[in-house]
């Protein structure tokens, strides 16, 4: 029986000052936004700059950690951190909403494109293929922090692992490292090159927006079912329904972009 390694979140301590992997893995993510970012501007995937790609992770970031944050605190447990308001900006504890995040982009890349006077879509069907392997980071980071742990699965499960911070000992699914492999390196390989090749404007976003959700509607199965904004069990999880519009609004996108080709 598999046993969570119990990582401590603090990778590096430095007096008073605390660096902790859940950070560290938010940091590899930008970093690999501008890596891979930098690469499509040299394949002229967008009319940007690299001064343009640095300015939009600039505004990223902001959405991430904003959307994030907040998209947690209203989508997951308000109860909670409305009865405890100061730890709603302790984002270095971990509790990021990827749809809150999601959100906060799609606002923050709308401000960048009115200000570059450029189309929102260039801008979303840019970024698209550039997200997956920062959710891998992300995800990864909850594993580290021994948080949105599984179901419980039977034991015979080869991989089955007890998380003790869930309070009991039973076996549960590694939910996290699903999240990493379908949401994130799967889901950027299948991205990553059916975006190689030109394609209509808004049609990488719609694609991702399908993916996106298709992927985390299926990893949802072997979460913890959370208890939704009221408190009760949901046989559909919060993540699913979430991720429906999600999956909806990629469809008409998509859709669009081909028909407006097509004309």
């Not at 790609?53 to 994030?68: C, E, P, Q, R, T």
């Not at 997951?76 to 509790?95: E, N, Q, R, S, T």
């Not at 909806?248 to 004309?263: D, F, N, P, Q, T």
Request: hydrophobic share 50%.
């Amino acid at each position: 029986m598999l046993v969570h390694p119990q990582f401590d979140p603090v990778a590096l301590a430095l007096g008073p000052v605390s660096i902790r992997w859940y950070g560290l893995m938010y940091l590899l993510a930008f970093a690999q936004f501008i890596v891979l970012g930098r690469y499509r501007l040299h394949r002229r995937f967008a009319p940007f700059t690299v001064d343009h790609l640095d300015d939009l992770l600039f505004y990223g970031v902001l959405g991430v950690i904003i959307g994030g944050r907040l998209g947690q605190v209203l989508f997951y447990d308000p109860a909670y951190y409305f009865a405890h308001p100061l730890d709603i900006i302790a984002v270095w504890k971990g509790g990021m909403s990827f749809h809150g995040g999601f959100l906060g982009v799609l606002m923050a890349m709308a401000l960048w494109a009115k200000k570059c006077q450029v189309r929102w879509l260039i801008v979303t069907d840019f970024i698209a293929p550039l997200v997956p392997l920062g959710l891998a980071a992300g995800r990864l980071g909850n594993f580290i922090n021994g948080e949105l742990w599984g179901r419980v699965v039977d034991a015979s499960l080869p991989w089955a692992m007890i998380f003790p911070q869930s309070g009991s000992l039973e076996p549960r699914h590694p939910s996290q490292l699903y999240h990493v492999g379908l949401e994130g390196l799967l889901f950027f390989a299948v991205l990553w090159t059916w975006t190689a090749k030109p394609r209509p404007t808004g049609a990488a976003s719609g694609a991702f927006l399908i993916g996106y959700g298709f992927f985390r509607f299926i990893t949802e199965y072997f979460r913890e079912p959370d208890h939704g904004i009221f408190g009760q069990s949901y046989s559909i999880s919060m993540g699913q329904w979430l991720s429906l519009p999600m999956i909806l609004a990629g469809i008409i996108l998509l859709g669009m972009a081909y028909r407006r080709k097509s004309l």
